[in-house]
C-alpha cells in the first residue's frame, strides 16, 4: 500500500473540510487522529455517541477510493439509517470537497463511483438482497444494531482482494454479539493519560477518575484534579500489543467537551444508556436476582404514613393493587368488583398509575373521572431512548409511558438500595405478594437481528404484585419532586432489618421472633 501519501497529509494539503465545509479541527478529538490513520486491515472501534466516527470512517472511505482505488461496502443497521447518513454526511463531504471528488455523482445514494472504484452504501435489514459484488474493504457503522448474520454474511465479500478489510464500530449493547467478539479479540486500545500530579498512567474508569463532591475529573491513584488538557494529552496503549486487530474503546470520560457533572448525571439515569452511549461499554449487568430479602429488609414496624398517597393497579381477571405514601408501601391487596377501586379513589385521593392492557376501558374511565390518575403503557422512548418515563400531552394527556424492562431494573434497584419501605400488615397476603416478585427472572433475549437484550419475565405469569407496585412506583415519579423524596425518607427513617430468612417458615412467625 502506498504509505507515502498519508491520510493526514492529503487533509493539510488538499485542503479537505467538514461536511459543514469548515477546517477539520481534532483539538478536542485528539483521540481519532490515531483512528483516521490506521490502515490495519481489520479495526474494531467500540464507542460512546457523538464522537465522530462515522465521519471519520466516511474520510477514510472517500481516500481509500480515491487513493488506494479500492472497492467497499459500507453497511448501516437499515436502508434508512443509510439513507439519512448518506444524505446528511457523505454527500455534503463530497460537495465540500469537489476538488478532490470531481465526478463522484451524489445523485445515486446507494452506489458511488470514482475512477472506476465504487462504494455501495447498505441497510443490512433491508428489502433488498446484500450486496454481492466482492470489496476491499466491508465497513461496518452501528455493527451491535445491525443484522449480525449479515455482518457474517458481508466477510465472505472481501475473500478476492490482497487487502480483504473488515473495519466496525459501534456503541456496543450487550455482550457477546459481533463487535464484542472481535474487540476481544483485538489488541484493545485504551486512552491513556497521565496525572500531573503523581504521574501515573492510567486509564480513565468510572467511578474512579470522578470527583463526586467536587465534580471533577481526577487521577484515580492520588485524586488530584484533571484538567480538561490532561484528558486532550492522553494516548493509545494496547492492552495485548500481539493482536494482528486493531481495536479501540472510546468514551466520553475522555472527551473535553463532557463534563464531570454530566457524566455524574448520566450515570444516575437508565444503566443501559449509560454504559452503551456515555462509557462505551456493553450492558450486561450481574444478575440482578429478586428474592424476599428484598422486601423484608426494608419492612418496618413504623408510621409512613403522609398526607400524599399514590396507588398502581394491575388489570387482569383479578385486580391487584399497591397502596403507599412516598415513604413506602402501606397497603397491597386484590379485588374483583370495579366499586373497591371507587371507594378507594373516594377514600384516600391518590394518585393513580392502572395498567392500560389489556382493556382499557375501564382504565380511560378513571383518567377521565378522577384528576391525577393516569393508565400505564409500555413502550420505548426512541426519539430519547435515555427516558425511562414520561407523560403524555396534548390527546395524549392521562397516559403515562414507561420503558417496561428499564423501568422495572430501576424499581429493584431502589428496592435493593433500601429506597422503598414497606409498612403492611405481616399476614398471608404479603406472603402472596413476595412470592409474585420471587418468580420475577431476567433473561437475556436475542431477536431475529441477532441483537441481544435483557427483559424481565415471570416464571409462573403470576406477577401482578410486581406490576401494581410498578404503577405505584411510576405514581410516585408523578409529582411531589420526583425520586429524591425517596432518598430523604431512608435517610430519616431508615428501614428495620428483619434479617436472612433461611429457614422457609411462615413470615409471621418469624416477625413475631424478631418483634415481639
Ligand atoms: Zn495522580
Redesign the pocket.
Known sequence: MNQEYSILKWIVEKQIVSEKGEPLDFHDRPFLIDILSDWNNELVVKACAQVGKSVTFTLKLLFAVKHFHFNLIYTFPTDSDMKEFVGTKVNKLIQSNKHEFQGMDTDNIERKELNDRFVYFKGTVSKTAAISTSADIVIHDEASRSDQQALEFYKSRTKASWFKGRWMFSNPTTERDVLDQQWKKSDQKEWMIT?P????EQIMRFPDCVDMEKKVFC?S????ELSDNDRRGGRWVAQYPDSEISGYHLSLLFAPWITAKEIITDSEGDQEYFYNFVLGEPYSPGDLSVDRNMILDNWTPKEIRTDNWFLGVDVGNVKNYTLGSEHGVIKVGKFNEWQVLDDMMAMYKPKLVIDAMPDNTMAKYYVDKYDGAEMSFFQENNANPQTLVWWGEGDKKGIVYSHRDRILDQMFDYMIRGNMLFSVPTDKILKDYIKHFETMRRTKVVNNKGIERYVWESTTDVDHYVFSTLYYYIATLSGVGEVDFFKEATENDKPVFIGNDNVVGDISDMFNRVNP
Open positions: 496525572c500530579s503523581c504521574k501515573i487521577c491513584e492520588c485524586k488530584g
